[in-house]
């Protein structure tokens, strides 16, 4: 999931590189972003599917395979669109990689699945603190084909790893039932799989914009701009544990909803303080706080919809719920990108980012109100 996470944050920063590079316009330049989403869309429920049938190692393995070769195939594109056709190929891998981790994560301690969830997403997180950083050092000095080769690298490394080290394997993982009938048939799956889908928007629409909008409207350099999302994602894995635990002994609904309704409102300040010119360190603070709070959407969603499933469809429900999400967030930078070519980019980001989050919460505060999550 790191090798994963500095990947995927990393387009972020990866953009305005590329939109140097090639002629293309800004809606354009988010297709970047939107070919892995898409891509992982549409094989995200596969995926589950597969970790059910032929078990998580395997899956994970195989997944994170492909996604280093799509990886270093963007390294040597020469045009425009042969990278979005190896981001397409990272994307699907990334795809079947993802689900099957969070299938075996959920089903190793029922009792603590929001903790191990969120120290998971902390993983992504952290990853999301490194590779900004270390990706925007190796773009300012080299350009950015070698932070790709890097990173391919890595996750080449990364599917070796994860095929030689023991796993626990989920003893029903091979049971004939799982199909997307019976999936669907999970009471309160839609629900959880919708307000997921929602605040996807709000935080793929931050990850592929606020690097810029940093650039542009606070005058940060692309260094600096690195470092304040590298504190947002640090923050956020950090937030994503301590809110999973929390969720595992309170009602993890009422936890959600709290969580991502101050995350909208903090989001809201956020892009109105950039534009006010607030000094830069306390920018930096501002967005460690606020990735605490935006990260754990994702970790905390998924626990509950495992909390509502029995283990031998836990692939197949994180897979669905992750594809629900992701179908949505594919089209998120170009929907945001459409937006800051009609507005300021401050106004954008609050209706992109911070709309979505707190319908994600708004969702959960009125589920919680009908039906208790089994912790």
Same mark, same amino acid.
């Given at each position: 999931m790191l090798c994963l996470s500095m990947f995927r944050i990393s387009i972020g920063v990866l953009i305005p590189e590329v939109a140097r590079d090639f002629p293309i316009k800004s809606v354009e330049v988010g297709l970047v972003l939107s070919a892995y989403l898409g891509a992982m869309a549409l094989v995200m429920a596969f995926g589950?599917?597969?970790?059910?049938?032929?078990?998580?190692?395997?899956?994970?393995?195989?997944?994170?395979?492909?996604?280093?070769?799509?990886?270093?195939?963007?390294?040597?594109?020469?045009?425009?669109?042969?990278?979005?056709?190896?981001i397409f190929v990272a994307g699907i891998g990334a795809g079947v990689f993802t689900p099957s981790l969070y299938a075996y994560i959920g089903g190793v301690q029922p009792g603590r699945r929001g903790l191990l969830a969120g120290i998971t997403n902390s993983a992504y997180a952290f990853g999301g603190f490194l590779g900004p950083p270390i990706f925007a050092l190796l773009a300012s000095g080299y350009g950015w084909r070698l932070p790709l080769m890097v990173f391919g690298v890595l996750s080449l490394v990364c599917a070796a790893a994860i095929f030689t080290v023991p796993c626990i394997r989920r003893r029903?993982?091979?049971?004939?039932? #799982?199909?997307?009938?019976?999936?669907?048939?999970?009471?309160?799956?839609?629900?959880?799989?919708?307000?997921?889908?929602? #605040?996807?928007?709000?935080?793929?629409?931050?990850?592929?914009?606020?690097?810029?909008?940093?650039?542009?409207?606070?005058?940060?350099?692309?260094?600096?701009?690195?470092?304040?999302?590298?504190?947002y994602s640090l923050s956020g894995g950090i937030g994503s544990i301590v809110l999973g635990w929390l969720s595992d002994r309170l009602d993890r609904s009422k936890v959600i909803s709290s969580t991502s309704m101050a995350a909208a409102f903090l989001a809201m300040i956020y892009y109105v303080e950039v534009i006010r010119g607030l000094p830069t360190a306390a920018l930096m603070a501002f967005s460690a706080i606020l990735g605490f709070l935006s990260f754990a959407y994702w970790n905390l969603s998924i626990a509950a919809a495992q909390d509502l499933a029995d283990s031998s469809l836990f692939g197949s429900v994180t897979g669905l719920v992750q594809d629900t999400a992701l179908i949505s967030a594919a089209a998120a930078p170009i929907i945001s990108g459409g937006l800051i070519s009609l507005m300021d980019m401050s106004s954008a980001l609050i209706v992109s980012v911070s709309i979505p989050y707190l319908a994600h919460g708004l969702i959960f505060a009125s589920y919680g109100l009908k039906t208790r999550l089994r912790r």
């Amino acid at each position: 999931m790191l090798c994963l996470s500095m990947f995927r944050i990393s387009i972020g920063v990866l953009i305005p590189e590329v939109a140097r590079d090639f002629p293309i316009k800004s809606v354009e330049v988010g297709l970047v972003l939107s070919a892995y989403l898409g891509a992982m869309a549409l094989v995200m429920a596969f995926g589950g599917y597969t970790s059910d049938r032929i078990g998580d190692r395997e899956a994970m393995c195989s997944g994170m395979a492909l996604m280093a070769l799509g990886i270093l195939l963007g390294g040597v594109s020469k045009s425009f669109n042969a990278l979005l056709a190896s981001i397409f190929v990272a994307g699907i891998g990334a795809g079947v990689f993802t689900p099957s981790l969070y299938a075996y994560i959920g089903g190793v301690q029922p009792g603590r699945r929001g903790l191990l969830a969120g120290i998971t997403n902390s993983a992504y997180a952290f990853g999301g603190f490194l590779g900004p950083p270390i990706f925007a050092l190796l773009a300012s000095g080299y350009g950015w084909r070698l932070p790709l080769m890097v990173f391919g690298v890595l996750s080449l490394v990364c599917a070796a790893a994860i095929f030689t080290v023991p796993c626990i394997r989920r003893r029903d993982v091979v049971k004939a039932g #799982a199909s997307f009938r019976s999936v669907l048939r999970v009471r309160g799956v839609i629900p959880i799989a919708s307000a997921l889908a929602i #605040a996807n928007i709000g935080f793929v629409s931050s990850t592929a914009w606020v690097p810029k909008f940093l650039v542009d409207a606070g005058g940060f350099t692309i260094v600096n701009a690195g470092l304040a999302f590298g504190l947002y994602s640090l923050s956020g894995g950090i937030g994503s544990i301590v809110l999973g635990w929390l969720s595992d002994r309170l009602d993890r609904s009422k936890v959600i909803s709290s969580t991502s309704m101050a995350a909208a409102f903090l989001a809201m300040i956020y892009y109105v303080e950039v534009i006010r010119g607030l000094p830069t360190a306390a920018l930096m603070a501002f967005s460690a706080i606020l990735g605490f709070l935006s990260f754990a959407y994702w970790n905390l969603s998924i626990a509950a919809a495992q909390d509502l499933a029995d283990s031998s469809l836990f692939g197949s429900v994180t897979g669905l719920v992750q594809d629900t999400a992701l179908i949505s967030a594919a089209a998120a930078p170009i929907i945001s990108g459409g937006l800051i070519s009609l507005m300021d980019m401050s106004s954008a980001l609050i209706v992109s980012v911070s709309i979505p989050y707190l319908a994600h919460g708004l969702i959960f505060a009125s589920y919680g109100l009908k039906t208790r999550l089994r912790r």
